[in-house]
């Protein structure tokens, strides 16, 4: 812990700040009630630049059950991808820890979840991999005796 002078010359110690997450365990998050996607699709650059569906599609899919939501959401953020490839693990557990220091969306906020047709679920280790709404392990993860917490990917638009 640190000390902070204050105002007034006064000793006081400052507590770290807490650092928030959006790590969720055996736990699915089914497609938006609203979402029009009838299947898994494959999100697409836009004006030949990647959007935060395309870098979150392509870290999933490459790697299930690897990452955890704080990876992805890190990783897919305006300060995730200022960070050089090459950047000391110092640099981007700093920036890591700014940007989990205020509370962020989480993958129910995601357009894979939101709008492109993907469930994500989320194993005992908070590890996630995409799951297509047409698949038969969507239905597995959705049905009546899934012993996952269910969840719903947040709407687009107002009900």
Not at 27 to 50: M, Q, S
Not at 105 to 134: F, I, N, Q, Y
Request: proline share 4%; glycine share 10%.
């Amino acid at each position: 812990m640190g000390i902070d002078r204050g105002c007034g010359g006064g000793y006081s110690e400052v507590m770290p700040k807490a650092l928030h997450t959006t790590n969720v365990r055996d736990t699915f998050i089914a497609v938006a009630p609203d979402c029009k996607a009838e299947t898994g699709l494959v999100p697409e650059p836009r004006g030949g630049k990647p959007t935060v569906a395309t870098l979150q599609y392509a870290m999933l899919a490459a790697a299930p059950y690897t990452l955890t939501s704080d990876d992805v959401i890190f990783a897919t953020s305006a300060a995730g991808r200022a960070l050089a490839a090459g950047a000391a693990d110092a640099e981007r557990e700093q920036a890591r820890a700014a940007f989990f220091s205020k509370g962020q969306a989480c993958m129910r906020a995601s357009p894979l979840t939101k709008s492109h047709g993907w469930g994500v679920h989320a194993d005992g280790e908070g590890r996630l991999a995409l799951v297509a709404r047409e698949s038969a392990r969507y239905r597995q993860l959705t049905g009546a005796d899934s012993q996952l917490a269910q969840t719903q990917a947040m709407r687009s638009r107002k009900a």
